[in-house]
């Protein structure tokens, strides 16, 4: 598993795996298990599944980022290349939402102490 974690990181997994199955299903089922755990009060649970949804989010987005920029300099055709670096944006904003969750968790356990 350290083997394929490695090649991820550094774009090396092939764009359609990196760009939906992690940045998309892997992430949004991550972001979705915080969220309604913290809008069902269960703040024991959501508090920490949130922070470490932090640093594996920001992963993906530099793994996706990664295969996405591999993907646009395999490709001589701006078709193909296009997709590439549409999945390097994607895949910015990504770490932008991340930044955002961490505001947001952050004020929710203001508001419980």
Known sequence: MSGFLTRFWRGDIRLVVAFWGFGVGFSWALDLAVQFLTLQHVLWLSLP???LAIPINLFIAVGVFRSGHAYAAAWA????????????????FSALK??????FIFFILLECL
């Open 98 to 103: 991340t930044a955002a969750a961490w505001v």
């Open 49 to 51: 599944l949130g922070f």
């Open 77 to 92: 055709g701006a078709g193909k290349r296009f997709l590439g670096y549409i999945a390097m944006v994607l895949a910015a």
